[in-house]
């Protein structure tokens, strides 16, 4: 069993490392969905970004069919998905966030279920994600589930928890904080993405398996027109 998992793991990670994110998703579909999460785990730490970031597509696109097939085997992942972000895990949970986002975006019975849990993420008072790279992820992982679900969001007040990540040091979260806000829908906070206008800082998003490259400043911009600013 261990050597079929291996050779599944590799095959996956072949399919995620081709150009296109439509025939990786084809191919990863094909297989059954639970035969494909563990794989999709493992590639979801993977240092080379189109990888990383096929897989958390892929992620997303297999827990929703999984959770239309057998919603409390999709649960059992999504909590598994939120031990590895716990500190009792022992890991440290590499593309865990956004891949968890990304099934909640693609699920809205999932989505449902766990949006509170995606903010706790942002809480200190919840779950609070420390480390930069994760708060990257989660940051990401918002910005993405607000395109589908930003009413839910908006109820469980993201945009309160969103705003002290535009003080961060790290650009990509800075940046990744004013896409989120901007798609959550609220124009009280263009004062506050308006600070980062200026900031030409280069900065990489991932967007529908394409990697766009931006500055915080355009993302500001954006945020703010989006807003209606």
């Known amino acids: 069993m261990a050597g079929g998992i291996r050779e599944l793991t590799r095959q996956v990670a072949v399919w995620l490392q081709g150009p296109d994110l439509a025939t990786a998703l084809a191919q990863v579909g094909a297989l059954a969905p639970d035969k494909a999460i563990k794989p999709l785990f493992s590639c979801l730490c993977a240092p080379e970004p189109q990888l990383k970031w096929h897989a958390v597509s892929a992620f997303g696109q297999t827990v929703a069919t999984l959770a239309d097939r057998e919603?409390?085997?999709?649960?059992?992942?999504?909590?598994?998905?939120?031990?590895?972000?716990?500190d009792e895990s022992g890991g440290i949970g590499w593309g865990v966030p956004e891949a968890m986002a990304e099934a909640l975006a693609r699920h809205p019975g999932l989505a449902a279920e766990y949006t509170h849990i995606l903010v706790a993420f942002m809480r200190e008072d919840g779950f609070y994600l420390e480390l930069p790279a994760l708060q990257q992820g989660l940051l990401w992982g918002l910005a993405r589930l607000a395109e589908v679900e930003a009413r839910r969001l908006r109820e469980r007040e993201a945009g309160r928890y969103l705003l002290p990540y535009l003080d961060s040091g790290d650009h990509l979260v800075v940046g990744l904080a004013c896409l989120a806000l901007g798609r959550l829908g609220d124009r009280r906070d263009i004062p506050a993405?308006?600070?980062h206008r200026a900031l030409s800082t280069p900065i990489t998003i991932y967007q529908n398996g394409e990697f766009m490259?931006?500055?915080v400043g355009q993302l500001a911009e954006e945020a703010i027109s989006q807003l209606g600013g």
């Open 71 to 86: 919603l409390e085997a999709a649960r059992v992942v999504i909590r598994r998905c939120m031990w590895m972000l716990n």
């Open 193 to 195: 993405i308006a600070s």
């Open 213 to 215: 490259p931006r500055t």
